[in-house]
């Protein structure tokens, strides 16, 4: 019985190194054996290095104050602004007034932002356009009318309807 663990650790181990070292030999062989400027593989010490392939070093995007620190300070505060408006809401939705309106408002759109930069880090993430050239375009476009389309719903949500704050009271006292 360990004669066949030890033939079962061994052999794929073995297999597996001789099917690399041979990889290795025929790309070698391929890189010098057309030689001069026709190559499509140049001989290079170290190995081979193939140019447009994700042997490529990332290129590093122009520097941006919207998507460096500041950038995430901005994430960080809308999220921690949420908690505290959310509460607000609670609070002055008990009498309504003229500031209820501006506070519905600024409500959605904080809202509204904290989901969009959430679902856009995804999408950014998981759908890189190196790997997704197209998808990754439809999803970043997709996010972006979805989010309009949000605004706007919140936007007739609080003019023609109770608004954000009336909901958020109506949620908890249900």
Not at 13 to 38: C, I, P, Y
Not at 59 to 82: K, V
Not at 117 to 136: E, T
Request: glycine letters at 8%; charged letters at 15%; proline letters at 7%.
């Amino acid at each position: 019985m360990s004669s066949a663990l030890l033939l079962r650790s061994t052999l794929p181990r073995a297999l597996a190194a001789r099917h690399f070292a041979r990889s290795s030999l025929l790309v070698r062989h391929a890189s010098t054996a057309t030689t001069g400027e026709d190559a499509k593989y140049k001989y290079v010490p170290g190995g081979p290095i193939l140019q447009g392939t994700v042997n490529d070093p990332t290129t590093f995007p122009p520097p941006n104050p919207s998507h460096g620190s500041y950038h995430w300070a901005f994430e960080r505060l809308l999220s921690a602004a949420l908690v505290p408006m959310s509460a607000a809401a609670f609070v002055g939705s008990a009498n309504p007034s003229v500031g209820a309106a501006v506070f519905d408002g600024v409500l959605g759109l904080v809202l509204v932002m904290h989901c969009h930069i959430g679902f856009d880090a995804s999408v950014v993430d998981y759908l890189h356009p190196r790997k997704f050239p197209v998808l990754g375009q439809v999803a970043k476009w997709g996010l972006r009318g979805a989010t309009v389309a949000t605004l706007v719903g919140v936007y007739q949500f609080n003019t023609n309807d109770v608004g954000l704050t009336e909901l958020i009271a109506k949620v908890w006292t249900a």
